[in-house]
């Protein structure tokens, strides 16, 4: 399995980005990607996941609302709309044990390489 990010940047805050997550590797379409963040100092933050299988989304209460997660073909998007500077971090995708919408679980240890989100105030 293969996952590769795209699409950070530098943003001003209240702006938007579209990270994508390149899915490559799997043998079936029952899978779920979730995506996470982690800033500097900080721990992991789990953010949303998509089921593949049946469309089942979650999102973390930080970013309900302005974070929209979906997927085409064999990719994964993450719509990131009124960022605020605590939004800075690297981004990654990875496969998810489990999406639902009141929970998700996210195989951190198989990440992709990451995005750099950067949001100025």
């Known amino acids: 399995v293969q996952l590769v990010e795209s699409g950070g940047g530098l943003v001003q805050a209240g702006g938007s980005l579209r990270l994508s997550c390149a899915a490559s590797?799997?043998?079936?379409?029952?899978?779920?990607i979730g995506w996470f963040r982690q800033a500097p100092g900080k721990g992991r933050e789990g953010l949303s996941c998509?089921?593949?299988?049946?469309?089942s989304t979650y999102y973390a209460d930080s970013v309900k609302g302005r974070f929209t997660i979906s997927n085409a073909k064999n990719t994964v998007y993450l719509q990131m709309n009124n960022l605020k500077s605590e939004d800075t971090a690297v981004y990654y995708c990875?496969?998810?044990?489990?999406?639902?919408?009141?929970?998700?679980?996210?195989?951190?240890?198989?990440r992709g390489q990451g995005t750099q989100v950067t949001v100025s105030s």
């Open positions: 990875a496969p998810a044990s489990g999406c639902s919408d009141h929970a998700m679980g996210i195989l951190f240890d198989y």
């Open positions: 590797g799997f043998t079936s379409d029952d899978y779920a």
């Open positions: 998509i089921s593949r299988s049946d469309g």
